[in-house]
C-alpha cells in the first residue's frame, strides 16, 4: 500500500522556514553570548537566548 503525500503549501513553507530561523537564530545568540531583544507588550525586553526555548511553533 502507498502512502499518500499532500502536496506542501506555500504557507508551510514559509512556516517551516520560520521554524528554521528562529532555531538558527538562538544558537547564534548563544554562541556569541548575546542577549536576544524582543517587544513585549511595546516595550523592548532583553532575554537570555540559554533561558529561551530551542524550537517554536507557528500557529496558523
Avoid at 3 to 31: A, N
Avoid at 38 to 50: A, E, I, T, W
Amino acid at each position: 500500500m502507498s502512502k499518500i503525500i499532500k502536496p506542501e503549501t506555500q504557507s508551510d513553507k514559509i512556516v517551516r522556514g520560520l521554524e528554521l530561523t528562529y532555531k538558527k537564530l538562538i544558537e547564534f545568540k548563544k554562541s556569541k553570548n548575546s542577549p536576544l531583544v524582543v517587544s513585549r507588550n511595546g516595550k523592548v525586553v532583553k532575554l537570555d537566548p540559554h533561558e529561551v526555548p530551542k524550537t517554536t511553533t507557528y500557529k496558523r
